[in-house]
Structure formats: C-alpha cells, structure tokens
C-alpha cells in the first residue's frame, strides 16, 4: 500500500462529474444509477454535503484527489473494505480503488444500508486468520 494516498471525503461539493451513471439530460439529474450493482439512488444525501457512493451496495468510483475537487484521472471502482467510527461516534466507510489502491475515507450517509453497513463491519469475524 506504499504507492497509496489516504483522504476524507468532507470536502466542498462538485457534481460536475458523477460517480455513476448519469441519464443524460441537460439538466443534473435527480437520480444515478450505481455502476456496481445497478440500483438507482437519489443525489441528496442526508447527513452528508454531497453523495459520494451508493446507499445499497457501499460502492464509490475514483474520482477526486483531494475532497471534491473530481481531478482523478483513475476512474476506477472504489470498493467498501471497512468501517471506522471517528471520536464523535461518526461512522465513515473506508474504500479502496480497484485500479490504483488508493484509499479514501467517505462519511457514512443517512440513507445508506444499515445491513450493508453492519456487515462491512463485521467483516474481520467471519475472516478470524486463526483457529478459533
């Protein structure tokens, strides 16, 4: 992972350049569809200043280099590998990009899937390295 950068998505909003699937308008689309599992979701995202993954399946794509800023040149799927909760008792969702291994750290919104959510974060049991 040395050839990683480490990020948190807080930044200022620009959805200039969706994560997923816009249908094409002239107008911002209301809706996306996720490139990962398919689903449709809404752009507002309550809890968090701009939606940067889908509620059902946790996933994102590579888009910024800094929060934001939609300057990555990567482009690739960003898949939802942990949970983390920061000393306020917010819960962020950890990703890591399929292409480059870069990981950035999302704010968890009020929409996403609490199952999904549950089960990235008890990931780690059911992959005990030991005997048990």
Do not use: Q
């Not at 040149?73 to 990009?97: F, K, N, T």
């Amino acid at each position: 992972m040395s050839h990683s950068s480490f990020r948190s998505d807080d930044g200022p909003s620009d959805d200039s350049c969706s994560p997923f699937r816009e249908p094409r308008r002239s107008a911002r689309p209301s809706y996306l569809k996720c490139r990962h599992c398919g689903l449709e979701f809404s752009l507002d995202a309550p809890g968090t200043r701009h939606r940067n993954h889908c509620p059902h399946c946790l996933w994102s794509v590579h888009l910024d280099d800094t929060p934001g800023d939609r300057a990555s040149l990567c482009r690739g799927g960003m898949e939802p590998i942990a949970v983390s909760v920061d000393p306020r008792g917010e819960w962020h969702v950890l990703h890591r990009c399929g292409t480059c291994h870069t990981i950035h750290l999302n704010r968890v919104a009020g929409d996403d899937d609490e199952r999904a959510l549950l089960a990235l974060a008890v990931r780690p049991l059911t992959r005990v390295p030991f005997p048990v």
